[in-house]
């Protein structure tokens, strides 16, 4: 066992630079590992896990506080459908002044006396302060990645207590803005009572319905006064995250294939270069058993410890990683139920040098069976094959004796040249697979996002009041249309409408103006020209299994309009439609718009346009919209991930290259020795690989278009939606060529480098040293 | 049966130099791998068409003497001239363009290219020079023919006996007709009678008048292919002989 521990020391510390690279390569894949298993992870469900987490209720219910008492309500809980309850907790509205909106709250706000933040249901996250114990404390509702710095702040309630804020804690679903002690609700007058729910089968709406139906069965007409059901809220809050999510598994899935791959292969090409070596070993006397201890021993030590820095450092790259892939206006709320999940580093820690020592065993066992004299010349020795042939015919060529032989040399080790072609199909498929991808994230992403810059909403909230505009719609419209900047007003409305023969409702959007389009992006077909057509949303036409070119009759209260779907958009939301305003009014002669989409000149400041707006009508409530956050976020990590996986896959390739070019140290002595010049030398060390690395781009760049034609496409179908052709016609013939050369110039640079040293080496030390 | 017995018309040197002009002179020549001195002070002269054979035990630089002569290493101290050239003073190229007109060299582990068979291996060396591929390989096999390993020509290094690849390792080094032959231990990894063909080889080399340095420790090479016998000990030439030629 000595013997096989001092030759494996003595082999690793001669082969520092191969082993530098195993670790390397081991490190960077695992930590992409890590970093894409933990994607993978969170994208798959970010909702379902930060509600599950929480114990989040399935219905938040209001019952009337006057028509049923806290004892029926209890009673009518236990019904058999219910898992689990909380409450009933009393619940209060309550009118803030404005200036209370520093703290995040104002207008009209949700306030409920409840002991605890914990529970069966609903377990809040107390990140900051303590909770509410005793009157005149009160705990906000306030996601964590805000500051905590208002803790000690005074809230005046209007004809009321004055409440002190002692703490903050998150609530996912909502259920309440503030909460109090049970002692000091009654001084905020409740008007209702809340219950939170949780069933034990809660997968559909319908199933919702019945059971919340059982359950106010019990209790007396009119107790319910409203509830919400967490489908809703999951639709709200993660939809963009989910239109996403398929892109982000896709990476990860894809970052560990690479790494499981290239791990692989730099590994199985690190015993095959030894192969010489474990010949000399077996003619010292080293059994099989202790030559394939050695080399398992040589290759998997730095391995290991490669994947351990990997996962270590993995976990550093995730949390920021995935704070930032989850940042935003929606995702923000999965802030804190983001990382990395134990099992990830438990199979990172264990799968990663699995599969090293595998990759190891495979030629470990063959050079195992070899006969010392047989493994002695393995590694050099060509076995048959056409390989003189082809060699003979390109010393026959015209090129320059050091470029044929160059593009001979891997006709005659096969297997080796094998590996560098994988290393680098591999890495060319990956980066174009990947490159691809992200494009199409990003183009998905900046889908309409120059449409309008600011949105005018016809109402606004004002001292906890609705306000209406002082102007009509129509003068409204060109009341905005007039301020300084606009270039263009939309104006939209939207109502609930039913479809002929089905029982699929549809939100149908009316749009006039200047550009009716919106940011919806067309997929199909055209926006409509006149009235009585209609434009729907991708998932809305799969859903109801239409197409464009169909008629459909939609019904709203005693009216009905036939239409033509005349175009197609992407759009994740299954019930919306859009049409234009006569046939809108057509079916719902009352509706107004709910809002006015306005685009602006360059170089106009949104925020200006916004005060003006305010100015100009005080009942309007305008509302800049800013640059898409979770957009900029996912798009931004898109663009991580290929870069990170463009970095494995170049040092797969270099490594494999540096390899096998230091393997032919001895030959580049030899030839210098019958008057090669190192000049000649490395042209010849760099043309073989450049050879191999043009093989590799031909193959891969293909291959890995095919991959996005086979991935992309099924992964959009998982979310109901059509890209339009822009978004999947990703790849430029320069942009391929720039990719295909990259990788000969990292399989040259890989040969270059080596090949340069060796060259450079008095002949008589190399030989020496062989 | 197969070694050549008479002097055979290909391996003809086109003898340019007379003989008796001196070829190669080492003046003071020091080799130093750091610590160890591998050639102190080594003074020699080799002239043209001469046999010389450096003995001396093992480690004491014999190697290293026939390396700075080839050109495959640089002295420390002193000069190395070939035909009036310094060596030593060349450039990466020079010593290239040096090796490849002038030198043919023979190891004691053969050193063939492993990836190109036998006749690949002794054309490259014509090519190396501008000759084209054909007239390369054409001139190889006339080599390979007078050294009995025509039939061997297609195989590669590894599936060749020791024997054979140190005869393709001489015709390789014959290949650009090359002034100086240099042979490091041809024969001391090969048995008695592989090491006598090669011997004879060399010697009906020399006859024809090409000029040889050969290191060995087989004393009975040295008497019979050598007409000098250059002994080294501790990177110092302890002696100088004059060979009879021996049966
Ligand atoms: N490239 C080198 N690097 C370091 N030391 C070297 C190198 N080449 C030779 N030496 C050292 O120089 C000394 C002389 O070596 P050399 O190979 O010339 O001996 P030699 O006479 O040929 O021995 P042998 O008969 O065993 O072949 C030895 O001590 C050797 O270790
Ligand atoms: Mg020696």
Known sequence: MRAVWRAARAAVRRRRLQTLVIALVTLTSTGAIVVALGLVDAASAPFDKAFGEQRGPHVVAAFDRSVASDAQLARAARDPGVEAVEGPFPRATVALPRDTAQYGVFGEVTIVGRAEPGGEVDRLDLWAGRWATAPGEVVLNRQSDWTADDLGKRIPVPSGPTLTIVGFAFDLSRTADAWVAPSQIDALHPAATQLLLRFSDASSDTLLRERMGAVTARLPQGALAGSESYLTLKHRIGAAARAYAPYLSAFGILGIVVSVLIVANVVSGAVISGFRHIGILKALGFTPGQVLAVYLVMVTAPAVLGCAAGVFAGNLLAAPFLRFTFTGPDAGVFHDSVGIPPWVNVLALLGMPAVCVLAALAPSLRARRLSAARAISAGTAPRTGRAPGVQRRLAGSRLPRSVSLGVGLPFARPGRSALTVAAVVLGVTTVTFASGLATTMTRFGNAGRDAYQVTVYASTVRHGKLVEPEHSDPELHSLLSSLPGAAGVTARGDVEVTVAGSARKAMLEGRRGDGPELDSVLTEGRWTRRAGEVVAGTAWLRQSGLRVGDEVRLQKGGRSREVTVVGAFMETNGE??????????????????????????????????????????????????????????????????????????????????????????????????????????????????????????????????????????????????????????????????????????IAVLGAYLPARRAARLTIAQVLHNE | ????????????????????????????????????????GVTLEIRA????????????????????????????????????????????????????????????????????????????????????????????????????????????????????????????????????????????????????????LLLDLNQIGQTLVLVTHDEHLARRCAGRLVTLADGRVTGQHTLEPSA
Request: with cysteine; charged share 20%; net charge neutral.
């Open chain 1, 576 to 745: 919306l439609l859009a049409t234009d305003w006569a046939t809108f009014t057509a079916l719902a002669p009352e509706e107004k718009p709910i809002a006015y989409h306005v685009k602006l000149r360059d170089g106009t400041d949104p925020a200006a346009y916004a005060r003006a707006a305010a100015a100009a009508d005080p009942g309007v409530g305008p509302a800049i919209t800013g640059p898409n956050t979770i957009t900029q976020t996912v798009v931004g990590s898109a663009s991580a991930l290929t870069a990170m996986l463009a970095v494995v896959a170049s040092l797969g390739v270099f490594n494999t290259v540096v390899l096998n070019t230091r393997d032919r140290r001895r030959d580049l002595g030899m030839l210098k020795s019958i008057g090669m010049t190192p000049r000649q030398v490395t042209v010849m060390m760099t043309t073989s690989m450049a050879a191999l690395g043009a093989l590799g781009s031909v193959l891969g760049v293909p291959l890995g278009i095919w991959g996005y034609r086979q991935v992309v496409p099924r992964m959009v179908d998982a979310v109901d939606i059509t890209l339009p052709p822009y978004m999947t016609d990703v790849w430029h013939p320069a942009a391929l060529t720039a990719l295909a050369l990259t990788g000969i110039a």
């Open chain 2, 1 to 40: 049966m197969s070694g050549p017995r008479r002097a055979p018309s290909v391996l003809c040197m086109v003898t340019e130099d007379s003989s008796g002009k001196t070829v190669v002179r080492l003046d003071g020549v020091r080799r130093e791998y750091g610590e160890t001195t591998a050639l102190d």
């Open chain 2, 49 to 200: 068409g001469e046999a010389v054979a450096v003995m001396g035990p093992s480690g004491c630089g014999k190697s290293t003497l026939l390396n700075m002569i080839a050109g495959l290493d640089r002295p420390t101290a002193g000069t190395v001239l070939v035909h009036g050239e310094d060596v030593g003073r060349l450039s990466e190229k020079g010593l290239a363009l040096y090796r490849r007109r002038r030198i043919g060299m023979i190891f004691q582990f053969f050193n063939l290219v492993d990836d190109l068979s036998a006749l690949d291996n002794v054309a490259l060396a014509a090519q190396l020079t501008g000759t084209p591929a054909r007239p390369a390989r054409r001139r190889a096999m006339e080599l390979f023919e007078e050294l009995g390993i025509a039939d061997r020509a297609n195989a590669h290094p590894a599936v060749l006996s020791g024997g054979e690849r140190q005869r393709v390792a001489v015709a390789r080094a014959l290949m650009n007709r090359p002034a100086l032959l240099l042979a490091d231990e041809p024969t001391g990894a090969l048995d008695s009678r592989a090491g006598e063909q090669v011997m004879d």
